[in-house]
């Protein structure tokens, strides 16, 4: 089981950019199914988008779909989340989530169960 750790939150103003990481140490890492999400205080933790272990395969949540984009370097062990266009309600803690299946569906990606190896979170603030 891999163990992946998030960087590249911090404070931004509104219409910035940020891009989130998702690294593993794990060569088996690129075996890996990854989704990001995000939580605010008192509320569920919100699919954004997942990517599949080949990177062939990628989902994502209306309320993102055409700021955030997610990809991968499987020879960096890391998946990203390149999110444009930020706004305050975007501020949250983000987290990646992993999942060894050869099979990708977004069916079954979009919902947090599906993952079995989670991050820590880093906090992204959005404010002018």
């Known amino acids: 089981q891999v163990h992946v750790v998030e960087s590249g939150g911090g404070l931004v103003q509104p219409g910035d950019s940020l891009r989130l990481y998702c690294a593993a140490s794990?060569?088996?890492?690129?075996?890996?199914?990854v989704g990001w999400f995000r939580r605010t205080p008192g509320k569920e933790r919100e699919f954004l988008a997942a990517?599949?272990?080949?990177?062939?395969?990628?989902s994502y949540a209306d309320s993102v779909k055409g700021r955030f984009t997610i990809s991968r370097n499987g020879a960096k062990n890391t998946v990203y989340l390149q999110m444009n266009s930020l706004k305050s309600e975007d501020t949250a803690v983000y987290y990646c989530?992993?999942?060894?299946?050869?099979?990708?569906?977004?069916?079954?990606?979009?919902?947090?169960?599906?993952?079995?190896?989670w991050g820590q979170g880093t906090q992204v603030t959005v404010s002018s």
């Open positions: 990517i599949s272990w080949n990177g062939g395969s990628k």
């Open positions: 794990e060569r088996t890492f690129n075996q890996y199914n």
């Open positions: 989530a992993a999942d060894q299946q050869s099979a990708y569906s977004r069916r079954w990606y979009i919902n947090e169960d599906a993952y079995d190896t």
